[in-house]
């Protein structure tokens, strides 16, 4: 019983959380991204770009299955770490019921997929699997991070991607050019990724074998199945449009210029996703925080603080770190069309046209996580859906208005607009969750920021002095240190809401 005590003293902390996903997530995504060096000289252009686009269609129509319920056991699951394991059991019965109407709409979506779908079969299933997977894979990592076991997350993400991309190299030297192989190896990755985590939480959790408490010890939102739906409702329509806030560029440029010009704008995203890690892992490691913190709001505050000073200490490394790898590792990485403008332009020129957006969104951190762990979620809801009609928008005028010009006015167009769509969800945020205190109180850091990020990225485009400018940012770094300190020290000593 002492021994239980001792290991359930271990809670989600910002900093040290943060810093597990953030490094994680960084090293997969570097595999994903050498995986993907392997799939660009494995296959031929017209079948990457089919299987990339395969693989977020998939991703995106499944996603609602979701239904919003691991976010809810991220946010709740610090409060009563002893319903966890039931908790994802519960969430898989309910998934299991929601999933069985959108397996079929795949099935009459599949043939819409391409003219020559029965060709294609093979690799649409198995995309399908890989994202049916990694749905499931949701459930038990927001379990070990709500137990405060973010470091076993992360190294489920750090697996699954190494599997998978050793898998690659395997089949590449092999020889094997089949598309199918190399999405069954992606499949079998995702699988062991998903299994692990299973394993690893089911473990973590067994201290509290025998001890179930009841359905509402997570929180009234946990009472039943129905008052539960209804909470994770928001989440689960968010989760169904999310997806296009990343995709929706890609989405356009290949109805409006072909499957190539996607293929290119893909590699580029590649390395903008690849920085986007950091938000996302800043966010994940927060939402336990905020969600612990949704009643008292001056600790929902000083967290709200501390990950902004966190993002900023984080902007100038990211900035310039992106734009260095990218500028001398794509050229080498990716075969020679996706970098010297024999596909319209230059995947390096997209990408640091898009490094700004990854700017915007770094600072959006705060006030983003605010808006799921709040207590009005329909909010959060709102928010991805205006901005996904933004970036639709945004997109259609400006990739519609260039495109006929040229396929680099095309792509740079679509980079303009993710760019934009990220400035907007900065400020809609801000303006949802109430927090222009939060902004006007730190004004002047607000505008530095965002000033001289600016600056910076135009000089990293241009290739002029003007990126200089960047270095100002590292003002910002012993105050992001001094936060990261700060929030371990002040998870030890707070106590829970049932404790207080």
């Known amino acids: 019983m002492e021994g239980a005590q001792v290991k359930s003293t271990r809670m989600p902390q910002m ?120 749905i499931a894979s949701y459930a038990p990592r927001s379990g070990l991070r709500a137990a405060g076991e973010a470091r076993l997350e992360a190294w489920t993400k750090v697996l699954e991607r ?86 929706i560029e890609k989405f356009i440029i290949s109805a409006e210029m072909g499957v190539d010009s996607a293929a290119l704008f893909h590699v580029a995203q590649l390395a903008w996703l690849a920085g986007l890690v950091v938000p996302q892992a800043l966010r994940a490691a927060l939402l336990p925080v905020l969600g612990k913190a949704r009643f008292s709001p001056h600790r929902f505050t000083r967290e709200m603080n501390a990950s902004l000073d966190v993002c900023l200490g984080l902007l100038p490394i990211g900035t310039f770190a992106g734009a260095f790898i990218v500028k001398g590792a794509l050229p080498f990485a990716f075969p020679s069309q996706y970098t010297d403008g024999t596909l319209g332009a230059s995947a390096v020129d997209v990408f640091m046209i898009l490094l700004l957006g990854w700017c915007f969104t770094l600072l959006a951190t705060p006030t983003y996580t605010a808006l799921q762990a709040g207590l009005r979620p329909w909010r959060f809801t709102f928010f991805i859906s205006v901005i996904v009609a933004f970036a639709a928008l945004i997109g259609f005028l400006l990739i519609g208005w260039q495109a006929p010009l040229g396929d680099r006015q095309g792509l740079y167009a679509a980079a303009f607009a993710s760019t934009l769509s990220a400035a907007f969800a900065l400020f809609l945020s801000i ?41 100002l940012l590292f003002l910002f770094t012993p105050q992001a240190l001094r936060a990261i300190g700060s929030t371990r020290e002040g998870n030890v000593d707070e106590k829970s809401p049932q404790e207080e």
């Open 15 to 134: 900093g040290r959380d943060s810093a597990w996903l953030a490094g994680a997530d960084l090293v997969a995504v570097f595999l994903a991204l050498f995986g993907q060096v392997v799939l660009t000289r494995a296959l031929w252009t017209e079948e990457y770009g089919f299987y990339i686009i395969a693989l977020d269609v998939f991703a995106t129509l499944f996603l609602v299955i979701d239904l919003g319920l691991p976010t809810l056991l991220a946010r709740d699951g610090p409060n009563a770490p002893h319903r966890i394991w039931p908790s994802i059991v519960r969430i898989y019965k309910l998934q299991f019921k929601i999933a069985i109407p959108f397996l079929l709409l795949a099935c009459f979506i599949t043939p819409l997929l391409s003219s020559n779908w029965t060709v294609h079969l093979p690799v649409m299933l198995i995309c399908a699997l890989i994202a049916l997977t990694h």
């Open 162 to 247: 190494a599997i998978t991309t050793g898998a690659y190299l395997s089949l590449y030297a092999l020889g094997i050019t089949s598309v199918v192989g190399y999405a069954s190896a992606f499949l079998f990755g995702a699988v062991s990724g998903f299994l692990l985590a299973l394993w690893w939480v089911k473990r973590t959790v067994r201290v509290y074998e025998g001890d179930n408490g009841i359905q509402g010890d997570l929180g009234k939102d946990w009472l039943d199945n129905r008052t539960l739906m209804l909470q994770a409702l928001p989440f689960a329509i968010t989760l169904g449009v999310i997806p296009y806030v990343v995709r």
């Open 431 to 471: 303006q949802l969750t109430g927090t222009w205190d939060f902004f006007f109180n730190r004004s002047k850091e607000w505008l530095f920021a965002l000033t001289t990020m600016t600056i910076s990225c135009i000089g990293l485009y241009s290739k002029t002095w003007f990126a200089g400018t960047g270095l």
